[in-house]
């Protein structure tokens, strides 16, 4: 008998889902920290983490799809998320007041905060690269 091939994503899918198990926790202890340089781990510097964290996700869910269109694809939702934040519907905010919606959606626009999505989507594109290296079959 034959074994069947593995899918040909599937080491690079578990490399993601690794990688996307390590981000969250570090993503959420910024988000919650408490101590110095708390407001700006918590509101700004994470941003770092959450973009990694989107773009690995998106590479999961298509990845035939190349790093630099999901890093870009991700910076520019996550840019169009934070001006989504300077409007404020009720049925929005009441989205905004759940933990997750907090933490997908976030609630204050700020524009120190897009830096921090071009260095977290630029981290996230060098991350795919080389997950895509360690784990091809060429």
Same mark, same amino acid.
């Given at each position: ?6 899918? @040909? /994503? +599937?080491? %690079?899918?578990?490399? =993601? ?6 981000? $969250? ?6 988000? *919650? /920290?408490?101590?110095?340089?708390? !407001? ?6 994470? #941003?770092?983490? %959450?973009?990694?964290?989107? $773009? =690995? @996700?998106?590479? %999961? ?7 630099? +269109? ?9 840019? #169009? &998320?934070?001006?989504?934040? =300077? ?12 933990? @997750? ?7 204050? *626009? !700020?524009?120190?905060?897009?830096? /921090? %999505?071009?260095?977290? !989507?630029? =981290? #996230?594109?060098?991350? &795919? +690269?080389?997950?895509? +290296? ?5």
């Amino acid at each position: 008998m034959s074994k069947r091939p593995a899918p @040909l /994503y +599937r080491p %690079y899918r578990q490399a =993601l889902a690794v990688s996307m198990a390590v981000i $969250v926790p570090l993503g959420l202890t910024f988000k *919650f /920290y408490q101590g110095p340089g708390q !407001s700006w781990l918590n509101d700004t510097f994470g #941003g770092v983490p %959450y973009e990694i964290f989107f $773009v =690995l @996700l998106a590479a %999961y869910i298509w990845p035939s799809v190349s790093p630099g +269109r999901i890093a870009i694809s991700v910076c520019l939702t996550t840019c #169009g &998320l934070e001006f989504l934040q =300077l409007w404020q519907p009720a049925w929005l905010q009441a989205i905004r007041a759940t933990l @997750l919606g907090r933490l997908v959606l976030g609630n204050t *626009f !700020s524009w120190e905060d897009f830096p /921090y %999505y071009f260095v977290g !989507s630029g =981290l #996230g594109w060098l991350g &795919l +690269r080389w997950l895509k +290296r360690v784990t091809s079959h060429t």
